[in-house]
Each structure stands twice: as structure tokens, then as C-alpha cells.
């Protein structure tokens, strides 16, 4: 079975504005956006969410539906998407200087040809423009030094699992310069601070199959295109 195929309705089963955690997540993401590139852009701006599922981000932060555009190789989900009014006649491939800001939240470590996305973007950005990952798996974070996964991966699905190294030495390398970078854990709805470090401790003295939110496990990272 290839990725594509297994992108159907069940693997969207949760994310159409149904997970509580999920959408508090996006809250807090609104709010970065919000602190780095003004409320403004959220009405103007031209916004590519590349693997933008049924387009519950899009819907969550509260982007503006007609600068709103779209990647996403389920058919399934891109209905759904469009059918909230989100956008698909461009992309990353047919754009030159077009958008103010493309997104990848979560969605990175799914695509086989990471780089040239990320290349790509630097060509569909507008000079002064940003790229922003959110919710992407962190390597160079002590659960996955430590049990070479993340509670979050779909590793059948996953092509390039990056660290935070690695993603801003691939970001400058294509022109871009990195402006934040954050690690999302104490104050995520995901954080459970006492119960979290207990399952650690068990899953290094038992190898117990716990998943947990544990520090740096995942990253945030914005970078801009120069003016």
C-alpha cells in the first residue's frame, strides 16, 4: 500500500475540529503568528498550508478563506478542505513570489522530497516572506536520543525525520534566514509535567511501550526570505 493510500477517511477521523488538545494547540499557534506577523497578515496575507488536511488549521487560526491556499494529496481530505472555501490553484510548484507565508505544521517528515519543498518555498515566497514549521518531531531531543522514536511519529509514514540542526542548516542553505526557534512542551494542553517525567522513568527502567509530551520533542521554526 503507498502513503497516498493510506491517507483516507480513517486517518482524518480526528482531525476535522473534533480533538479538544489539538485545537487549543492551534489557539496558541494563532497566537504566535499573531506576535511575529501582526493580525493584519491574518486578513491580507496569502497563506499556503502545505498538507493542510481538512483545513482545521486554516479554520482554527481564522486566516482569511480567500487568501487561503492548500497542498494535500488526499482526495478525501481536499474536499473537505475545499468545501470550507480553502483554495488549491496554486501550490509550491506553479508560484513564483506569490504567498506571504507557507506553513508546514506536522507535515515535513511526511513528504519524500523534503528539501525540494523547502526549496521551492523560497521561490513561492515573496521577498520578505516566511516559512514556518510547527508541530514538527525534533531528533536532537532526549526521547528520541534515548528510544529512537517520538510519541508521535507514524514511522511507516515518514520519509526525513529532521532535528532542529538540520532543519535551519537545510533553511539557510536555501536562502532563507532563521529568525525563531521554540520548543513547545510546558505550556501545551499536551504537558503533563509529574506524569509525563514518571513515564519516562519507567519507560527507561522497564521498557514500557508509554508514550508522553516530554521538553524538545518537538519544534517550532520560522524563517523568513530576505527583502
Not at 19 to 40: A, M, P
Not at 116 to 139: D, V, W
Request: with cysteine.
Amino acid at each position: 500500500m503507498s502513503d497516498y493510500d493510506q491517507f483516507g477517511s480513517d486517518y482524518f477521523r480526528n482531525r476535522q475540529g473534533n480533538d479538544i488538545l489539538r485545537q487549543k494547540s492551534y489557539c496558541q499557534e494563532r497566537t504566535y503568528l499573531e506576535s511575529w506577523l501582526g493580525h493584519k497578515s491574518f486578513q491580507e496575507g496569502l497563506l499556503l498550508d502545505v498538507g493542510c488536511s481538512t483545513g482545521e488549521f486554516i479554520d482554527a487560526v481564522g486566516w482569511n478563506k480567500s487568501c487561503a491556499y492548500g497542498m494535500e494529496i488526499s482526495d478525501y481530505a481536499r474536499g473537505i478542505a475545499a468545501s470550507k472555501g480553502i483554495r488549491f490553484e496554486h501550490n509550491l510548484f506553479d508560484s513564483t513570489g506569490l504567498f506571504d507565508l507557507v506553513v508546514f505544521r506536522g507535515t515535513i517528515q511526511y513528504i519524500p522530497n523534503p528539501f525540494e519543498y523547502i526549496a521551492r518555498s523560497y521561490e513561492a515566497l515573496k521577498p520578505g516572506g516566511h516559512i514556518l514549521f510547527l508541530a514538527t518531531p525534533n531528533t536532537n531531543s532526549f526521547y528520541y536520543r534515548r528510544f529512537k522514536t517520538l510519541p508521535f511519529l507514524e514511522e511507516h509514514l515518514n520519509h526525513w525525520i529532521p532535528c532542529d540542526t538540520s532543519l535551519c542548516m537545510v533553511l539557510r542553505n536555501c536562502g532563507f534566514e532563521v529568525m525563531d526557534m521554540q520548543y513547545p512542551y510546558i505550556n501545551t494542553p499536551y504537558a503533563r509535567i509529574w506524569s509525563d517525567h514518571w513515564k519516562c522513568l519507567r519507560k527507561l527502567l522497564f521498557k514500557t511501550n508509554d508514550r508522553f509530551a516530554f521538553w524538545h520533542s518537538s519544534m517550532t521554526v520560522l524563517a523568513q526570505r530576505p527583502k
